[in-house]
């Protein structure tokens, strides 16, 4: 079945969702949009709803009440191949099966499109090999994905969500574990693929700071409903900080970018530190 859409019609939308598990809600009564060709960013502390909330987006997690929608057509809907035509998922800390390579991995984003009619094709093989150069692993290709460093192992999953050639990416904490050079490995080849290819990107993060400067939209989730949702710079102040995540920071502009920094404050033992730290290497004085 082919969906048609206007331009003005959301990639995904929550309407009056409640969401949850053993019929406890985490969200509840929550709308949203998610426009095509942006970076969305879930925020929030620990529990309160981002990966539920993706997994609702998803399909992964079924709504204890209202719907979601997607391309304006209610996901529930849709058959399983056509909604992994259009919605691409990589889960939180995914596993590859032993003595996978990475082409055998993106491989398995083609899926989708096969059928008993319709078997492997030199297209797939070559949609395959696209991703692969787009995330930069031509060279480690036939390489056993277990054998790869952290930030390349990430980078093949993404290849895999890219070899699907689905519109809208899913993404759930994908710097989780990574050191920082991983993580900003990770997130410029996410906002790479949003401004060449024109993915819409939904993802979870828990660095603030990274989030505000590779999403165009952050949304901040709270006590089951949505905090604060806007442009990095509307979203990120003291308050929302203090309320939605009980942190006392300021927030700055990042020297490199001008997006949002947040920079915690000090509290008694955080300056008692610094103080002790500096005594221990100030010079010693004349003893003489």
């Known amino acids: ?143 056993d994905v277990a054998s790869l460093s952290g930030g390349q192992r990430q980078r093949a999953w993404i290849a895999l969500v890219v070899a699907q050639q689905a519109e809208t990416l899913l993404l759930d904490e994908p710097t989780t574990y990574l050191d920082l050079a991983h993580q900003l490995e990770v997130l410029r080849l996410v906002r790479r693929l949003n401004r060449e290819q024109g993915s819409t990107v939904v993802m979870v993060l828990h660095d603030l700071s990274l989030a505000a400067r590779y999403s165009d939209r952050l949304v901040v989730l709270h006590d089951g409903g949505i905090a604060a949702d806007g442009a990095p710079d509307e979203v990120l102040t003291p308050a929302l900080l203090e309320h939605a995540f009980g942190l006392h920071a300021r927030v700055v502009p990042d020297p490199v970018t001008g997006a949002p920094m947040i920079v915690p404050e000090a509290d008694e033992h955080d300056r008692l530190l610094h103080t002790d730290r500096h005594d221990a290497l100030a010079p010693a004085g004349n003893l003489g």
Not at 13 to 19: D, F, I, N, P, T
Not at 23 to 29: E, N, S
Not at 36 to 41: A, E, I, L, M, Q
Not at 77 to 102: M, Y
């Open 1 to 143: 079945m082919t969906t048609h859409h206007t331009n003005d019609t959301p990639v995904l939308e929550a309407r009056a969702l409640s969401v949850g598990y053993d019929r406890h809600p985490v969200l509840r009564d929550l709308d949203l949009r998610v426009e095509r060709g942006t970076v969305t960013t879930f925020l929030g502390a620990n529990g309160c709803g981002k990966s539920t909330l993706l997994k609702a987006f998803g399909r992964v997690l079924k709504p204890q009440s209202g719907e979601v929608l997607l391309d304006g057509v209610p996901i529930r809907r849709e058959p399983n191949r056509q909604v992994a035509r259009k919605l691409a998922i990589l889960p939180q800390s995914p596993v590859a099966p032993a003595g996978t390579s990475v082409l055998d991995l993106v491989m398995r984003g083609r899926n989708p499109h096969q059928s008993w009619a319709k078997p492997w094709t030199a297209e797939d093989a070559a949609v395959a090999e696209e991703a692969i150069a787009a995330t930069g692993l031509t060279e480690v290709a036939h390489r």
